[in-house]
């Protein structure tokens, strides 16, 4: 057998790791006494003492309570350095949680003074539309719009369907509550009771068949809706209309910005007054 093809053995303890595991392991101060070595230099003690000559009992207690006291004291040295690093932590985590704490604080009061300061140069005078902004107009949500519009385009012999904002639940205790429809002349041409509706309020969706009182077809062309409903003491009434409503969002619309007022939608140039909802 040729001698260059015999392998050298394998070391297990290098494959495994062991030596590593043993290279990385803190080094002892061989110059200090550790707890086992002082007990088996106690031991050994005990054993090689002179039998004619004993070591004396509260010695032997004196020396494992020092052992004891030792054991307890370095113990305790590193609970102490445990808990002191534990500390250090800690205290670095509040230091961070306080300075964002901190910012969050200033990011939010900063945003707060920008939202009051839009708001109040936008909605203070309520009876002009006009925004500083238009995404300030979100602002109006909530509120009662009355518009520009106040008519349909009706078509000649089509049905068209429409609706009314009521303010109040229709009570029909308080008078017969009525739809009226007027031509552009502000002749009524058209009237029917919607006592169907007692009890309910904000917006209610109504059909009308483009004809008049005698069921004849009405020309095509722009007619005025109102409705009359909860007659008062004092003889008036309440009035809903076309144009009129709460906003219930606003759209954008290339960056303009629409009210949407249950089935219409109003660019907000066409609003004439905003006012809080009673």
Known sequence: MALDNIKEPIDLNEVSG?????????????????????MKLFLEQLKN???????????????????????????????????????KSTQATNEELKNFQNDMKTTLEALLASINKNAE????????????????????????????INGLNLEE??????ELYFDENIDASRGIPKIMIF????????????????????????????????????????????????HN???SSNIARLGRGEIQSVIFDDGKPHLRMGDLIVPLEEALEFYAKN
């Open 18 to 38: 062991y030596n590593k595991a043993q290279e990385a392991k803190p080094k002892k101060n061989t110059n200090e006494l550790d707890n086992d070595a002082f």
């Open 49 to 87: 003492q002179d039998p004619t000559s004993p070591m004396e009992t509260d010695k032997i207690i004196t020396q494992t309570a020092q052992l004891t006291q030792v054991e307890m004291q370095e113990q305790t040295k590193q609970t102490m350095i445990e808990v002191a690093n534990a500390m």
């Open 121 to 148: 140069s936008s909605i203070d005078n309520t009876s002009s539309p006009a925004i500083s902004s238009p995404y300030n107009s979100v602002n109006l949500i909530g509120k009662i719009a009355e518009t520009k």
């Open 157 to 162: 012999g089509k049905n068209i369907d429409f």
């Open 183 to 230: 031509n552009e002349n502000k002749e009524l041409v058209r009237e029917f009771d919607i006592s169907a509706y007692n009890g309910k309020g904000g917006y209610l969706s109504f059909s009308w068949d483009s004809r008049d009182s005698l069921g004849n077809s009405l020309p095509s062309g722009a007619y005025n809706v109102i409705a009359n409903y909860n």
């Open 233 to 235: 003491i004092d003889g």
